[in-house]
């Protein structure tokens, strides 16, 4: 038996590996007896191979400790992110095993919600949660730890110039508050509302379209192109936000009375284009807005509360917002040149990449919004079977079943004439 189960999976893997891309989808089916032996050390690695190149491998009549070593074998031989789905105390073992564990509760107890991470009433609403809610969750984090990047480093390297302009004298540009509250209140609150309330596209287009799934799958929003453009977008945003102020602040006067800037009027100044910069980078990011992300993004008036507190508390920064930097026009200025000018490379990006290079979820962005008259249901479908690993195909089975079905409407039971059970 075993000299058969190798020359099986040998065959089968030449099958799959010598098919085309056209070819439909391969699957095959082990038994508990047949896992046994594939799992073997001989044979193990050759049935990994093969399990992993076809597109479905259903393992039925196994235990549970055979579906928790297949999940554990799966995620280290492929390193890709493992999901267990269980309803009892048989798939404990497979969920906890699993980087993402999701418990169905039923009539086999709860054992296997009490292991797991997600915990679901029914089966029917894993279409839910894996479309809609993973695909929420990938874009939101994805999004958010990019903007924790880029708003670290346009925030840190400003200081850092500083020291090279002034020959590391040691002289801090921003007031100690300042520092502290940056990433406490200033830009902690709209990251907050960018990793809860974001979407890209409503749930009704999500569940319309699964193939925007995919993005997940293929790290598409969090790839190294996408990190190191980000890191690129701070050092851009930073050097603007610091050549700006320091050749157009020193040179001229900054008040009627002929006074120039100084370091207090300098550090506020360059504090105010940072947070409004990394605010309305934000802003640009998010694709679902409401009150709270609004309340968040443009309620940063640290300056004005801190300027009015005693001097005890705001020291060199008392009344800097309202007497001092407030009433002057170069103030305003530089604040609204150096935002446009940060922003926009990035703005030159969504533009060239939205008319050139779209993504899936930025053409349903303008089916749904724009109401392209260029673009419907049926092209945005091609789009999306020409995207997918397989063509969307009809299983066998669907197939038997339609047929049963249509012969039975097609041919109705004749009714038996009750004088011959007579």
């Known amino acids: 038996m075993e000299e058969e189960m190798l020359r099986q999976i040998e065959l089968s893997y030449r099958v799959i590996k010598e098919s085309n891309e056209n070819a439909p989808p391969f699957a095959i089916v082990v038994d508990g007896k047949a896992l046994e032996i594939c799992l073997r050390c001989d044979v193990k690695n050759q049935f990994l191979q093969l399990a992993v190149k076809c597109d479905a491998v259903i393992c039925c009549r196994v235990s549970p400790k055979q579906k928790a070593l297949i999940t554990q074998l799966i995620k280290e031989y492929t390193g890709k992110t493992t999901l267990a789905i269980g309803d009892g105390a048989n798939d404990v ?149 610091f050549l700006a102020n320091i050749y157009i602040l020193f040179p001229a006067a900054f008040r009627e009375d002929g006074y120039v800037a100084d370091i207090t009027h300098l550090g506020g100044i360059t504090y105010t284009c940072i947070i409004w910069t990394v605010n309305c980078q934000i802003a640009v990011i998010i694709n679902h807005f409401t009150w709270i992300q609004h309340l968040f993004i443009w309620g940063s008036i640290f300056l004005i509360v801190y300027g009015a507190l005693p001097p005890t508390y705001a020291a060199g920064g008392f009344q800097l917002f309202l007497e001092a930097i407030g009433p002057a026009p170069m103030y305003w200025i530089v604040t609204i040149i150096v935002l446009v000018v940060s922003l926009l490379p990035f703005l030159v990006h969504i533009v060239i990449q939205r008319l050139l290079y779209p993504m899936d979820d930025h053409v349903l962005q303008e089916m749904i919004y724009c109401c392209k008259e260029d673009i419907d249901d049926k092209q945005m479908w091609q789009r999306e079977q020409c995207k997918s690993r397989k063509t969307t195909q009809i299983g066998f089975s669907a197939r038997v079943d339609a047929r049963i079905r249509h012969y039975k409407r097609t041919h109705p039971p004749k009714e038996k004439n009750k004088y011959m059970d007579r």
Not at 95 to 114: K, L, R, W
Not at 141 to 155: E, G, P, R, T
Not at 201 to 217: C, D, H, I, K, T
């Open 93 to 241: 073992g497979m969920i906890q095993e699993a980087d993402i564990g999701v418990g169905i509760s039923g009539m086999e107890g709860m054992q296997a919600v009490m292991a797991s991470d997600f915990f679901l009433p029914q089966f029917r609403f894993l279409e839910r949660l894996l479309i809609v809610h993973g695909h929420w969750c990938y874009k939101r984090i994805s999004k958010m730890i990019l903007y924790f990047v880029y708003k670290n480093i346009v925030f840190c390297l400003t200081l850092f110039y500083y020291q090279l302009y002034s020959s590391f004298s040691g002289e801090v540009t921003y007031d100690d508050w300042y520092m502290v509250l940056f990433n406490v209140i200033l830009t902690s609150l709209p990251v907050i509302s960018l990793g809860v309330l974001e979407q890209d596209v409503s749930s009704e287009v999500s569940l319309q379209f699964p193939a925007l799934y995919q993005q997940g799958q293929r790290n598409i929003n969090f790839s190294w192109g996408r990190v190191v453009g980000w890191i690129l977008n701070g050092i851009l945003a930073s050097l603007t936000i």
